[in-house]
Protein backbone atom coordinates (compact mmCIF):
# COMPACT_ATOMS: atom_id res chain seq x y z
CA UNK A 1 0.00 0.00 0.00
CA UNK A 2 1.35 3.77 -0.84
CA UNK A 3 0.66 6.35 1.55
CA UNK A 4 -0.53 9.60 0.09
CA UNK A 5 0.48 12.60 1.73
CA UNK A 6 -0.80 16.15 0.28
CA UNK A 7 0.60 19.41 0.57
CA UNK A 8 1.01 22.98 -0.48
CA UNK A 9 3.73 23.38 -3.52
CA UNK A 10 4.50 24.29 -5.64
CA UNK A 11 7.79 22.03 -6.16
CA UNK A 12 10.63 23.50 -4.04
CA UNK A 13 8.40 25.68 -2.15
CA UNK A 14 8.52 25.39 2.05
CA UNK A 15 5.68 23.18 2.04
CA UNK A 16 7.30 20.66 -0.02
CA UNK A 17 10.67 21.20 1.59
CA UNK A 18 9.07 20.41 5.03
CA UNK A 19 6.81 17.48 3.94
CA UNK A 20 9.67 15.06 2.07
CA UNK A 21 11.72 15.79 5.57
CA UNK A 22 9.03 14.74 7.44
CA UNK A 23 8.42 11.81 5.29
CA UNK A 24 12.07 10.38 5.22
CA UNK A 25 12.12 11.18 9.35
CA UNK A 26 9.14 8.66 9.33
CA UNK A 27 11.46 6.33 7.19
CA UNK A 28 8.28 6.46 4.23
CA UNK A 29 10.27 6.01 1.69
CA UNK A 30 7.54 5.07 -0.79
CA UNK A 31 5.20 7.30 0.46
CA UNK A 32 3.68 9.66 -2.57
CA UNK A 33 3.51 13.63 -2.04
CA UNK A 34 1.00 15.41 -3.84
CA UNK A 35 1.12 18.86 -4.31
CA UNK A 36 -1.75 21.54 -4.22
CA UNK A 37 -2.44 25.27 -5.40
CA UNK A 38 -4.27 25.53 -2.23
CA UNK A 39 -5.68 24.08 0.64
CA UNK A 40 -9.13 23.00 -0.10
CA UNK A 41 -8.77 20.64 -2.97
CA UNK A 42 -6.61 18.56 -0.69
CA UNK A 43 -8.43 18.43 2.23
CA UNK A 44 -11.30 17.08 -0.62
CA UNK A 45 -9.26 14.51 -1.57
CA UNK A 46 -8.79 13.53 2.37
CA UNK A 47 -12.68 13.43 2.70
CA UNK A 48 -12.97 11.04 -0.18
CA UNK A 49 -10.21 9.25 0.08
CA UNK A 50 -7.31 9.80 -2.18
CA UNK A 51 -5.32 11.03 0.27
CA UNK A 52 -4.37 9.91 3.34
CA UNK A 53 -2.71 12.63 5.30
CA UNK A 54 -1.93 16.41 4.67
CA UNK A 55 0.63 18.67 5.93
CA UNK A 56 0.09 22.21 6.92
CA UNK A 57 2.19 25.15 8.25
CA UNK A 58 0.24 25.99 11.82
CA UNK A 59 0.99 29.66 10.60
CA UNK A 60 -0.97 29.44 7.08
CA UNK A 61 -3.93 32.02 6.97
CA UNK A 62 -5.98 29.25 6.27
CA UNK A 63 -5.30 26.92 9.44
CA UNK A 64 -8.39 28.44 11.44
CA UNK A 65 -10.82 28.30 8.98
CA UNK A 66 -9.54 24.49 7.61
CA UNK A 67 -10.16 23.70 11.68
CA UNK A 68 -13.79 24.77 11.93
CA UNK A 69 -14.88 23.61 8.42
CA UNK A 70 -13.44 20.48 8.89
CA UNK A 71 -14.21 19.83 12.35
CA UNK A 72 -15.21 16.21 13.31
CA UNK A 73 -14.22 14.81 9.41
CA UNK A 74 -10.91 16.28 9.71
CA UNK A 75 -8.53 15.34 12.61
CA UNK A 76 -5.36 16.47 13.37
CA UNK A 77 -3.18 13.90 14.16
CA UNK A 78 0.55 15.07 14.74
CA UNK A 79 2.58 18.45 15.20
CA UNK A 80 6.06 19.18 14.80
CA UNK A 81 8.58 21.85 14.34
CA UNK A 82 10.89 22.84 11.41
CA UNK A 83 12.88 25.32 10.13
CA UNK A 84 12.02 26.68 6.60
CA UNK A 85 14.77 26.78 4.00
CA UNK A 86 16.76 30.38 4.42
CA UNK A 87 14.72 33.17 3.96
CA UNK A 88 15.40 36.75 2.23
CA UNK A 89 14.76 39.98 0.97
CA UNK A 90 15.52 39.80 -2.60
CA UNK A 91 15.31 42.90 -5.63
CA UNK A 92 15.46 42.76 -9.02
CA UNK A 93 18.94 43.99 -10.16
CA UNK A 94 17.96 46.89 -12.12
CA UNK A 95 16.11 48.89 -8.93
CA UNK A 96 17.44 51.47 -7.34
CA UNK A 97 15.14 52.10 -5.05
CA UNK A 98 12.40 49.65 -4.57
CA UNK A 99 9.29 50.51 -3.90
CA UNK A 100 6.91 47.40 -4.44
CA UNK A 101 6.98 44.22 -2.24
CA UNK A 102 6.07 40.93 -3.07
CA UNK A 103 5.20 38.36 0.01
CA UNK A 104 3.40 35.80 1.24
CA UNK A 105 1.30 36.47 4.09
CA UNK A 106 2.16 34.49 6.65
CA UNK A 107 5.96 35.74 5.95
CA UNK A 108 4.87 39.87 6.20
CA UNK A 109 6.62 40.30 9.95
CA UNK A 110 9.37 38.89 9.42
CA UNK A 111 10.97 42.50 8.74
CA UNK A 112 9.49 45.92 9.00
CA UNK A 113 8.01 46.30 5.23
CA UNK A 114 7.04 49.85 6.11
CA UNK A 115 10.21 51.39 3.26
CA UNK A 116 7.91 49.84 0.65
CA UNK A 117 5.09 51.65 -0.61
CA UNK A 118 2.85 48.43 -1.79
CA UNK A 119 2.73 44.93 -0.42
CA UNK A 120 1.57 42.38 -3.12
CA UNK A 121 0.49 38.97 -1.96
CA UNK A 122 1.16 35.62 -3.46
CA UNK A 123 0.20 32.22 -2.72
CA UNK A 124 3.40 30.93 -1.94
CA UNK A 125 7.91 32.41 -1.66
CA UNK A 126 8.57 30.60 -5.19
CA UNK A 127 5.49 32.59 -6.58
CA UNK A 128 6.98 35.79 -5.39
CA UNK A 129 10.73 34.95 -6.66
CA UNK A 130 8.64 34.24 -10.07
CA UNK A 131 6.92 37.14 -9.57
CA UNK A 132 10.19 38.92 -9.38
CA UNK A 133 11.66 37.69 -12.24
CA UNK A 134 8.74 38.77 -14.10
CA UNK A 135 9.08 42.62 -13.11
CA UNK A 136 5.92 42.08 -11.58
CA UNK A 137 6.98 43.81 -7.93
CA UNK A 138 10.53 45.55 -7.34
CA UNK A 139 10.96 43.26 -4.12
CA UNK A 140 10.23 39.96 -2.35
CA UNK A 141 10.45 37.69 0.72
CA UNK A 142 11.25 34.89 -0.93
CA UNK A 143 13.93 31.86 -0.59
CA UNK A 144 17.53 33.11 -0.21
CA UNK A 145 18.83 30.60 -2.60
CA UNK A 146 17.38 32.43 -5.71
CA UNK A 147 19.89 35.35 -5.41
CA UNK A 148 22.42 32.43 -6.17
CA UNK A 149 20.12 30.91 -9.20
CA UNK A 150 19.93 34.00 -10.91
CA UNK A 151 22.56 35.94 -10.12
CA UNK A 152 22.29 38.57 -13.25
CA UNK A 153 18.60 39.40 -12.18
CA UNK A 154 18.12 39.05 -8.53
CA UNK A 155 20.22 40.75 -5.92
CA UNK A 156 20.47 40.18 -1.84
CA UNK A 157 18.55 42.79 0.16
CA UNK A 158 18.37 41.68 3.23
CA UNK A 159 19.19 38.29 4.87
CA UNK A 160 16.39 36.54 7.23
CA UNK A 161 17.14 33.15 7.57
CA UNK A 162 15.77 30.30 8.18
CA UNK A 163 12.46 30.54 10.61
CA UNK A 164 11.09 27.83 12.98
CA UNK A 165 7.57 26.70 12.66
CA UNK A 166 4.95 24.42 14.20
CA UNK A 167 3.37 22.10 11.39
CA UNK A 168 0.05 20.26 11.04
CA UNK A 169 -1.06 16.75 9.73
CA UNK A 170 -4.41 15.72 9.35
CA UNK A 171 -5.85 12.28 9.25
CA UNK A 172 -9.03 10.87 8.66
CA UNK A 173 -8.82 8.88 12.03
CA UNK A 174 -8.53 10.88 15.28
CA UNK A 175 -6.08 10.09 17.51
CA UNK A 176 -7.06 12.27 21.06
CA UNK A 177 -10.21 12.27 22.72
CA UNK A 178 -10.79 13.90 26.04
CA UNK A 179 -7.05 13.18 27.09
CA UNK A 180 -4.35 15.48 25.43
CA UNK A 181 -1.84 13.72 23.69
CA UNK A 182 1.36 14.92 24.55
CA UNK A 183 5.18 13.99 23.93
CA UNK A 184 5.79 13.49 27.66
CA UNK A 185 9.89 12.14 26.71
CA UNK A 186 10.83 15.49 24.35
CA UNK A 187 12.78 17.99 23.89
CA UNK A 188 10.65 20.50 25.99
CA UNK A 189 10.20 17.92 28.98
CA UNK A 190 13.44 17.65 28.89
CA UNK A 191 14.05 21.44 29.33
CA UNK A 192 11.55 20.83 32.02
CA UNK A 193 13.50 18.42 33.86
CA UNK A 194 16.61 20.45 33.69
CA UNK A 195 14.96 23.30 35.32
CA UNK A 196 13.31 20.93 37.73
CA UNK A 197 16.79 19.57 38.89
CA UNK A 198 18.18 23.30 39.08
CA UNK A 199 15.73 24.37 41.64
CA UNK A 200 16.56 21.25 43.71
CA UNK A 201 19.84 21.80 43.72
CA UNK A 202 19.23 25.71 44.87
Not at 7 to 12: E, I, R, V
Not at 126 to 144: F, H, K, N
Not at 152 to 164: F, N, R
Amino acid sequence: MTIVFGTLGPSGSNHDWVARRYLQAHGLSRAKLKLFAEFEPAFTQLLDGDLDFVIQVAVHASVPSTVARYRNRVHLVDTFLSASQAMAVLSRADVQNPTTLGLQDATREYIDVSRWQQLISESSTIDVATGLREGRYDSGITLARFADEFPSELKLEQTIGTVVDPWLVYGRHPVASDQPVIWTDGPASRQYQVLLADDDNE
